[in-house]
């Protein structure tokens, strides 16, 4: 989990990246101007910032450069832009920003220059290269969901509670829940996904017999992010502690 600042003028920008990146588990901060921007950097330090090129207060290159000149760039900065020339992109990364994303962001780039960004800022600091922007048509989930083996079958929610402490012994790929099995292909995305989501932590919480601190562990989610999407799922741990029990 880590703190990220979003600082973007467009609403909906804030909201997608701070949706996607709270389902990663990270805590987001957002700014709609370079003002807010300050502010929040004066208040503490962001693990990692998200700084939108084009805004109508002050562009992010020149708050990159104050944050530079005032020693308060810290922190890895990630620019992103959907009109941005090579030479601004050049500039940006010249003055100390991380890496450049190009609007609109692909999700599997996103993510991948997200852990970059965290990986970087936990290493010494040293000189930043430029990274050639580009366009993502799609987002190919296959580099981040790896499709198990065809012989391997999930055992169910029964089996796992069966066998207990013989879990520690389970295959690669986790077990989900019985009715996990049983979601249809025609639901939307969003519907599908909930579906999937609202099996996987029901039969987390049925394994560890309703612990919010071990399904915490399990699932490699924050407490609080934990409760709020359980809430969001409709999923009450109570009920399915005495499942378990």
């Not at 996607?20 to 503490?44: F, K, M, P, W, Y």
């Not at 013989?166 to 986790?174: K, R």
């Not at 919480?205 to 562990?217: F, I, K, W």
């Amino acid at each position: 989990m880590a703190n990220i600042l979003v600082v973007d003028d467009e609403m909906g920008i804030r909201e997608l990246l701070s949706e996607i990146l709270g389902d990663e588990g990270h805590v987001v901060a957002t700014a709609e101007n370079a003002q807010q921007a300050r502010e929040l950097r004066l208040g503490s330090v962001p693990d990692l910032v998200l700084l939108d090129i084009w805004m109508p207060d002050t562009d992010g290159v020149t708050l990159l450069k104050e944050w530079q000149r005032d020693g308060l760039l810290t922190m890895p900065v990630i620019m992103m832009s959907g009109h941005a020339t090579i030479d601004t992109a050049v500039e940006a990364t010249r003055i100390g920003a991380l890496n450049f994303l190009e609007k609109p962001i692909a999700l599997q780039k996103l993510l991948k220059a997200v852990q970059q960004g965290l990986s970087h800022s936990r290493e010494p600091a040293r000189p930043v290269s430029y990274i050639r922007p580009t366009v993502t048509a799609g987002v190919d989930s296959a580099d981040h969901h790896p499709s198990p083996p065809s012989s391997y079958t999930p055992p169910s929610v029964a089996d796992a509670l069966h066998h207990g402490h013989g879990m520690a012994a389970a295959p690669a790929y986790p077990p989900i829940a019985d009715n996990a099995s049983n979601i249809s292909f025609d639901l939307p995305l969003r519907e599908a996904r909930d579906a999937f989501e609202r099996a996987y932590f029901e039969y987390h919480l049925v394994r560890e017999n309703g612990s919010m601190t071990r399904v915490a562990e399990r699932t490699g989610l924050e407490r609080t992010h934990l409760y709020r999407k359980l809430k969001q799922l409709g999923v009450e741990p109570g009920k399915l502690a005495k499942k378990g029990g």
